[in-house]
């Protein structure tokens, strides 16, 4: 699939790490560095602008890296970048360590994972369909 990207930045393009990556990573532009505190959410750029054809989507997705050794996440994972967006991509950081997170110009700050989606029509209907599990759910299976 080839997708139409302008990038305002001088980072690479979205890359995958290897072969198999579901994911491509993506970097912060920054004209400085951005320091984010414990509990603190930033939006953070990445000069990225892209052109998705109609019935896809990018999500943005955290690093599990970052998360695992410092405590950032994306906020709003998975954030989906519509078909029809055509301003910057951007992502919601949030720091849930109890120390100070500083993101630099070209830090690898997120995975971006482009996917295909269906349109949904409503059905009204008075009934549907029983299952073994019925309205079983939030830890009803146990451990």
């Known amino acids: ?5 302008v990038n305002w930045s001088e980072n690479t393009l979205p890359t995958y790490q290897t072969a198999a990556s579901a994911g491509m990573d993506i970097c912060a532009n920054l004209s400085e560095s951005v320091r984010i505190h414990p509990r603190q959410r930033v939006l953070i750029p990445t000069g990225l602008h892209i052109e998705l054809p109609i019935g896809y989507e990018a999500q943005i997705r955290p690093r599990s890296g970052l998360a695992i050794k410092n405590g950032i996440t994306v906020l709003n994972a998975p954030g989906t970048i519509d078909a029809d967006y055509r301003g910057e991509i951007k ?6 360590s ?12 997120a995975q971006m994972v482009v996917s295909k989606y269906e349109n949904v029509v409503w059905e009204l209907v008075s009934d549907i369909a029983p299952t073994d599990r019925g309205e079983g759910g939030f830890g009803h299976t146990g451990k």
């Open 91 to 96: 992502v919601i950081l949030i720091n849930l």
């Open 98 to 109: 109890n120390e100070d997170f500083v993101v630099n110009h070209g830090d690898r700050i």
């Open 1 to 5: 699939m080839v997708i139409k990207i």
